[in-house]
T-cell receptor
Framework: GAVVSQHPSRVICKSGTSVKIECRSL??????MFWYRQFPKQSLMLMAT?????????EQGVEKDKFLINHASLTLSTLTVTSAHPEDSSFYIC???????????FGPGTRLTVL | DQQVKQNSPSLSVQEGRISILNCDYT??????FLWYKKYPAEGPTFLIS?????DKNEDGRFTVFLNKSAKHLSLHIVPSQPGDSAVYFC?????????FGSGTKLNVKP
């Protein structure tokens, strides 16, 4: 199967700071990448879909100015949580696929804790 | 409004027996269904999928059944093994937008 990595795996930051999370497809070119968020004991919630070289498409209720997504290359997408607050604390998972209708391969996730 | 639901948060099964995980959905436009397995501190791993034009797909010990009239799918694992202990998410897809259930934690006892 395809390998997707995320960095960092865990981050703790102070309220008001910005945090960048990287998602990389290690052995394939990911035309499309997805960002999810998971609260404890709840399902994965899609935040946004990004296609390489174009702007991300955000789901309803997700603030695009707060969660900045960049998909500058076929192997890298970044999610930046700007001016993080404690309510942003969550588990963020990315996935990557070769194309819009291909299987998604998930990264290991990033645990964000905002103090 | 959760379009994909897994009503059993946990399931405990003896090793060697069958594990049956259930999932219900509300949107009849979903055309593709998947099961993912997730270990703690890891991302979900794709397990098995089924297209809406089929009612069964089998891969080794894993079989997924789809009942479109009931908007219900299930994952059967037989025989269950202790290494199968994980959280299982079902997901439904429409135009490659995935909707996940809340997961069922499976514990296979030796």
């Amino acid at each position: 199967g395809a390998v997707v990595s995320q960095h960092p795996s865990r981050v703790i930051c102070k309220s008001g700071t910005s945090v960048k999370i990287e998602c990389r497809s290690l052995d394939f070119q990911a035309t499309t990448m997805f960002w999810y968020r998971q609260f404890p004991k709840q399902s994965l919630m899609l935040m946004a879909t990004s296609n390489e070289g174009s702007k991300a498409t955000y789901e309803q209720g997700v603030e695009k100015d707060k969660f900045l997504i960049n998909h500058a290359s076929l192997t890298l997408s970044t999610l930046t949580v700007t001016s993080a607050h404690p309510e942003d604390s969550s588990f963020y998972i990315c996935s990557a696929s070769r194309g819009p209708v291909d299987t998604q391969y998930f990264g290991p996730g990033t645990r964000l804790t905002v103090l | 409004d959760q379009q994909v639901k897994q009503n059993s948060p946990s399931l405990s099964v003896q090793e060697g027996r069958i594990s049956i995980l259930n999932c219900d959905y509300t949107n009849s436009m979903f055309d593709y269904f998947l099961w993912y397995k997730k270990y703690p501190a890891e991302g979900p791993t794709f397990l098995i999928s089924i297209s809406s034009i089929k009612d069964k797909n089998e891969d080794g010990r894993f079989t997924v059944f789809l009942n479109k009239s009931a908007k219900h799918l299930s994952l059967h694992i037989v025989p269950s093994q202790p290494g199968d202990s994980a959280v299982y998410f079902c997901a439904a897809s429409n135009f490659n937008k995935f909707y996940f259930g809340s997961g069922t934690k499976l514990n296979v006892k030796p």
